[in-house]
Structure formats: C-alpha cells, structure tokens
C-alpha cells in the first residue's frame, strides 16, 4: 500500500520529502497522482488504437500500436504532471485562475485528442454501416458519371445505332407481311394486294422480287447493326462502364474493415445527422458527452489543484521555493565577489608585472649606455 501511495505521490508531481511531514496533504495528492495515471492510461490506449488504424492490414500493426500508445501514454503523462506541479497556490482565486487558463485551454486540447480514437471504437458498427452506405452511394455516382460521360461522347454512334434498329424492325415486319402477300399470290387468294390467280406467275415472281430485296437489305442492315454494337461494346470497355459493377455485401464489408482514420473519422461526424440533413441529437449528444467527459477527465486534475484549498504542503514549498530563491541570490552575489576580488587581484598582479619587466628593461638600457 505505501508502495502505491508513493507512486501516486510522484504521479501528483508533489516533492515526496516535503510532502510525509504533513498527513493531512496525503489522500489528496494521491487523488490527484491516481487522476493523472488514469488519464494517461486512457490517452496510452486512445493513441494505440488510433496508430493501429494508421497500419492496420500491415504484419507489425499491434507492434507499433504498443510502442506508439506507450509514447503518447507518457508524454500526456509528463504534461498532466508538470501542469498540476507548477500551479501557484500563493495567490488569490482570480490569479490562480488567471495562471492556470493556459493549462486549462491546454488539457482541453489533450482531452479532445484522446477522446476521439475511443469514440471511434465505441461507435464501430454504426460507423461501419455509414461507410458502407457512403462507398455504394460513390460506387453509383461513378457509374452513373462513366455512364453520362460515355453517352455524350458518343452519342452520334449511339443515334446511328438506334435507327438501324428501327430500320431492322421495320424490314421485319415488311418480310413477314410481304412473305404471306407472296403466299396469297401463289394460291390464288383474291385480296386487294394480289390478283388471285393460282400459281407462280407475273405478279408472284414481282413480289418474290420484292421480298428478296427487302431480305437483302436486312442483311445489310444486320451485319451493320453488329458492327456498331460490337464497336460501342468495345468502347464501353474503354471507358470502363462494363468492368464498373456496384460492390457486393463482401466487398462492402472488406472495405469498411480496412477504412482509414480519415475516413472512419468523416463517418462518426456524419453519424451526427440524418438523412434528410437535420442533425441526429440523440447521436450528436451520446458522441458529445463522451467527449466532454474526457475534456473533463483531462481537466481534473487541474480543477481538483485549484479548487482545494491552500494547505500546509503549499505553504511548506513555497517557503522552500523562497528559501532556495534566497539561496540562489546569496550565490549569485558570492560568485559576483569572487569575481571581483579574482579580477582585481589579476589586474593588481598584472600591473605588478609590467612595472618589473619596464624597470628591468630601462636599467638593460641604462648599463649599456655610452658617454664618450
């Protein structure tokens, strides 16, 4: 228990020494210490999930999930501590605040950071289901565009397509009717397009021969129609429209599993509204207050440092904190005298120096002089 008790303490930033002379102080920075540890844990796992969906399909994805997750688990961890450390409890409420607003604005940021990659996994399947939607919905709109797109370009080949399958349908229907005329013809059947008399005469072999024009003309015509279709067929091809198909459940459901941060990201905003436009509240709320809850999870324990009152560990380190101030000064005027003495003693000995070296040069000169 002392062993857990202490590491909270070091997870509260709190200086341990100071900190056992006052048992009073004790539960509340291990509040504090558990506070930061669990936020980090819960930013560890938010930052692994989100780097698995960074590698997700590669060999090493859980592995660099881990190393990731550890990383960021520690670096939220370093910035809670030294957030709820460096808050000044020697000055009143509204400078208090004023102080910690930054960290403040701060732990907000980090909350909304570490919350997101769990509200993507808490809202797997429901953001499954949007993406699925989402790439049918793209999968018609290309085809639809490929389709556009193709009919306007060839719409001339299309048009000439068309009218030789009018003309098909109607040389059909001229073959028929003139094949049964022929048959009237040749048994004699009086009617207001034959003569009606038996057997293959003058107006029979007319109407033969008007048959097989018409019949020659539908080769013509067929053998035509194949070729545009076999052209427009190969055209489609070209521009994809016969190798486009919308996607199947499976594919649908290969696709959403393998979906990118971004893109399970745009499906939890989306999940926000409906389909009409107006916006979902109960979604947009159910994914709001999970965020808002780890904003506040963040902010914790920043709140919980200013909100408790000044305590006798605050007022023990803020007169070690003045004392190691003084101390600090009381140094930095013993290196400024030492300095000085040092320097002066240097600029003494160096004059000292040079007297000796002039003197003993003019007494060099003066020996060496000649007054002859």
């Given at each position: 228990?002392?062993?857990?008790?202490?590491f909270f303490w070091f997870c509260s930033g709190a200086h341990i020494d100071t900190?056992?002379?006052?048992p009073i102080e004790h539960n509340k920075y291990v509040g504090i210490g558990a506070?930061?540890?669990?936020?980090?844990?819960?930013?560890?796992?938010?930052?692994?999930?989100?780097?698995?969906?960074?590698?997700?399909?590669?060999?090493?994805?859980?592995?660099?999930?881990?190393?990731?997750?550890?990383?960021?688990?520690?670096?939220?961890?370093?910035?809670?501590?030294?957030?709820?450390?460096?808050?000044?409890?020697?000055?009143?409420?509204?400078?208090?605040?004023?102080?910690?607003?930054?960290?403040?604005?701060?732990?907000?940021?980090?909350?909304?950071?570490?919350?997101?990659?769990?509200?993507?996994?808490?809202?797997?399947?429901?953001?499954?289901?949007?993406?699925?939607?989402?790439?049918?919905?793209?999968?018609?709109?290309?085809?639809?565009?490929?389709?556009?797109?193709?009919?306007?370009?060839?719409?001339?080949?299309?048009?000439?397509?068309?009218?030789?399958?009018?003309?098909?349908?109607?040389?059909?229907?001229?073959?028929?009717?003139?094949?049964?005329?022929l048959n009237q013809e040749v048994f004699g059947d009086k009617t207001n397009q034959?003569?009606?008399?038996?057997?293959?005469?003058?107006?029979?072999?007319?109407?033969?021969?008007?048959?097989?024009?018409?019949?020659?003309?539908?080769?013509?015509?067929?053998?035509?129609?194949?070729?545009?279709?076999?052209?427009?067929?190969?055209?489609?091809?070209?521009?994809?429209?016969?190798?486009?198909?919308?996607?199947?459940?499976?594919?649908?459901?290969?696709?959403?599993?393998?979906?990118?941060?971004?893109?399970?990201?745009?499906?939890?905003?989306?999940?926000?509204?409906?389909?009409?436009?107006?916006?979902?509240?109960?979604?947009?709320?159910?994914?709001?207050?999970?965020?808002?809850?780890?904003?506040?999870?963040?902010?914790?324990?920043?709140?919980?440092?200013?909100?408790?009152?000044?305590?006798?560990?605050?007022?023990?380190?803020?007169?070690?904190?003045?004392?190691?101030?003084?101390?600090?000064?009381?140094?930095?005027?013993?290196?400024?005298?030492?300095?000085?003495?040092?320097?002066?003693?240097?600029?003494?000995?160096?004059?000292?120096?040079?007297?000796?070296?002039?003197?003993?040069?003019?007494?060099?000169?003066?020996?060496?002089?000649?007054?002859?």
């Amino acid at each position: 228990m002392k062993k857990i008790t202490r590491f909270f303490w070091f997870c509260s930033g709190a200086h341990i020494d100071t900190l056992k002379k006052y048992p009073i102080e004790h539960n509340k920075y291990v509040g504090i210490g558990a506070t930061i540890f669990f936020t980090a844990l819960f930013a560890s796992l938010s930052g692994g999930y989100a780097m698995y969906f960074v590698f997700n399909g590669d060999a090493f994805a859980v592995g660099f999930a881990i190393l990731f997750g550890l990383l960021w688990g520690t670096a939220i961890f370093n910035m809670d501590r030294y957030i709820v450390s460096s808050i000044n409890k020697e000055g009143t409420t509204n400078q208090q605040i004023l102080q910690a607003s930054p960290r403040i604005l701060l732990a907000i940021m980090i909350g909304i950071v570490i919350s997101r990659p769990l509200e993507l996994k808490i809202f797997d399947k429901e953001i499954r289901q949007k993406l699925k939607t989402s790439y049918l919905k793209g999968q018609h709109r290309k085809i639809d565009t490929l389709e556009k797109t193709y009919q306007q370009k060839y719409a001339m080949e299309m048009g000439k397509n068309g009218d030789l399958k009018k003309e098909k349908d109607s040389l059909e229907r001229d073959i028929n009717r003139s094949r049964y005329q022929l048959n009237q013809e040749v048994f004699g059947d009086k009617t207001n397009q034959t003569s009606g008399i038996t057997g293959y005469g003058t107006y029979a072999k007319q109407k033969q021969a008007v048959l097989e024009e018409k019949e020659n003309r539908l080769k013509q015509v067929t053998q035509n129609l194949g070729q545009m279709d076999d052209y427009l067929a190969a055209r489609k091809d070209y521009e994809g429209l016969n190798s486009t198909r919308l996607f199947t459940e499976h594919q649908l459901d290969s696709l959403s599993s393998i979906a990118g941060f971004s893109d399970r990201n745009w499906a939890l905003g989306q999940l926000t509204y409906n389909e009409n436009g107006t916006r979902d509240l109960d979604t947009y709320l159910a994914i709001s207050f999970i965020g808002y809850l780890f904003i506040l999870f963040e902010c914790l324990p920043v709140f919980v440092k200013l909100m408790s009152p000044k305590g006798p560990y605050d007022v023990a380190i803020a007169k070690i904190s003045e004392a190691n101030i003084y101390f600090a000064e009381k140094d930095k005027d013993r290196d400024i005298a030492v300095t000085d003495n040092i320097y002066d003693h240097a600029v003494g000995t160096d004059i000292e120096r040079r007297k000796k070296i002039i003197t003993s040069q003019s007494d060099y000169d003066f020996e060496r002089h000649s007054y002859e």
